[in-house]
Nanobody, 129 residues
């Protein structure tokens, strides 16, 4: 059973930075996609960053491109999301998601919630102005 556990959320002032971690376990395939989503109160879940493993290929939503960086440490089976120049609009619950297998995804479908099979419990991020 795949398990994802997010850590690293918290409160930060606008312009600050945070790093989220997603510790993963239980994968049976070396091929997988991991992604980060966020959901603000009253809004739909938004995909913001995806990384392909083991290739390391990344894909970002336009809203975070150039400010957020997704990466992974295969030795630790952990994915990271570094968020820089945070804005109050980034206040949301942040979720890690994953799917495994040989299917190839490219473009916007890498940020669709329906692409992913496994989800973490979420980590809250609050950005104050």
């Amino acid at each position: 059973q795949v398990r994802l556990v997010e850590t690293g959320g918290g409160s930060v002032q606008a312009g600050g930075s945070l790093r989220l971690s997603c510790a993963a376990s239980g994968f049976t395939s070396r091929y997988r996609y991991m992604a980060w989503f966020r959901q603000a109160p009253g809004k739909e879940r938004e995909g913001i960053a995806s990384i392909s493993i083991p290739s390391g290929d990344t894909y970002y939503a336009d809203s975070v491109k150039g400010r957020f960086t997704v990466s992974q440490d295969s030795a630790r089976s952990t994915a990271y999301l570094v968020m820089n120049r945070l804005e109050p609009e980034a206040t949301a619950m942040y979720f890690c998601a994953a799917r495994q297998g040989n299917a190839v995804y490219s473009g916007p479908n890498r940020l669709w919630p329906s692409t992913y099979t496994y989800w973490g419990q979420g980590s809250a991020v609050t950005v104050s102005s």
